[in-house]
């Protein structure tokens, strides 16, 4: 990204960081959240099993949200991105 240009940004939950460097947050040029999570990989590799079954889907227990609305039921390469959203990665929690 040139400098001053702003892109998507994605937040990673805690439980997350470890497999990116430590860092909880990134600001990527990418056009699906396909593009976003190939991108993040590519600087941490390991990242995207985490995240994606062998399908390419989002595993099940992994919520994502683009601004406000969920988009984990959909294919990453189906969810549109534009500069400025911002992608937000939570794990799904259960409760009884």
């Known amino acids: 990204m040139v400098e001053g240009e702003m892109g998507v940004r994605v937040e990673l939950p805690a439980g997350l960081r470890e497999y990116a460097g430590g860092k909880g ?8 959240l ?26 099940r227990f992994v919520l994502v949200f683009v601004n406000e609305d969920p988009v984990a039921h959909l294919p990453p390469e189906d969810v549109r991105l534009k500069v400025g959203d911002t992608v937000r990665i939570l794990p799904s929690v259960a409760g009884g």
């Not at 390991?46 to 062998?54: F, N, T």
């Open 34 to 59: 396909a593009d976003a999570i190939r991108e993040i990989n590519a600087q941490h590799a390991g990242l995207a099993y985490r995240l994606l079954d062998d399908q390419g889907r989002m595993r």
């Open 25 to 32: 947050s990134f600001e990527v040029r990418a056009s699906t």
